[in-house]
């Protein structure tokens, strides 16, 4: 397996303008994360699928930030209108809803807002 | 928050030594987990000991649990330098795991 995917890799933008991450998960888990690490934050969880629904959004910062899961192999995160505040890592983790607690990251997309 | 705090935030060691790491949580847990994240990449998962559990090994890894005092440690033997990285734990009570803020660890050769 390819393990969680993520794209870009890095991204740098202008403020104001719209970001779009992806994450594709491991293929036949059914539960997806996204986390933002900073570090004056550390790792923050800002929502979290189940079978493709949204369960958790409290971590999402404020209405610019919105996350899609239209199926289980894909997931997006976008920031719209971007701020410097936003730059970031932002990871995708995936794992199975039985049994399994441990979580599998992707390796991360670094952005940077200008 | 409930974020968990680790201590040290910084451990520096020669290759051949033992490295302890500390967490302290807030919450009642089903079970914590430790991950590794090397610079720049994303965190990998290294153990898991369950809220019944007080003491689990995996290879040069050690991790106790105390829940009367919410607390994990992690403790990795005779370190190589290969074993430089951030160390992080989570606690999972729910879905979701809540990490805490992790130890930079520094292996010399």
């Known amino acids: 397996d390819a393990g969680v995917i993520q794209s870009p890799r890095h991204e740098v933008t202008e403020m104001g303008q719209e970001v779009t991450l992806r994450c594709k998960p491991i293929?036949?888990?059914?539960?997806l994360f996204w986390y933002r690490q900073t570090m004056m934050r550390g790792l923050e969880l800002l929502i979290y699928?189940?079978?493709?629904?949204?369960?958790?959004d409290s971590g999402m910062p404020e209405d610019r930030f919105s996350a899609k899961m239209p199926n289980a192999s894909f997931s997006t995160l976008k920031i719209q209108p971007s701020e410097p505040r936003d730059s970031a890592v932002y990871f995708c983790?995936?794992?199975?809803?039985?049994?399994?607690?441990?979580?599998?990251f992707g390796p991360g997309t670094r952005l940077l807002v200008l | 928050s409930q974020q968990g705090e680790e201590d040290p935030q910084a451990l520096s060691i020669q290759e051949g030594e033992n490295a302890t790491m500390n967490c302290s949580y807030k919450?009642?847990?089903?079970?914590l987990q430790w991950y590794r994240q090397n610079s720049g990449r994303g965190l990998v998962h290294l153990i898991l000991?369950?809220?019944?559990?007080r003491e689990k090994h995996s290879g040069r890894l050690r991790v106790t649990l105390d829940t009367s005092k919410k607390s994990s440690s992690l403790l990795i033997t005779a370190s190589r330098a290969a074993d430089t990285a951030s160390y992080f734990c989570?606690?999972?009570?729910?879905?979701?795991?809540?990490f805490g803020t992790g130890t930079r660890l520094q292996v010399f050769p």
């Open positions: 983790a995936s794992r199975t809803l039985a049994g399994q607690e441990t979580q599998y």
């Open positions: 293929s036949g888990h059914n539960s």
């Open positions: 699928f189940n079978n493709n629904v949204p369960i958790d």
């Open positions: 919450t009642s847990i089903n079970n």
């Open positions: 000991i369950r809220s019944n559990e």
């Open positions: 989570a606690t999972d009570n729910t879905d979701k795991l809540i």
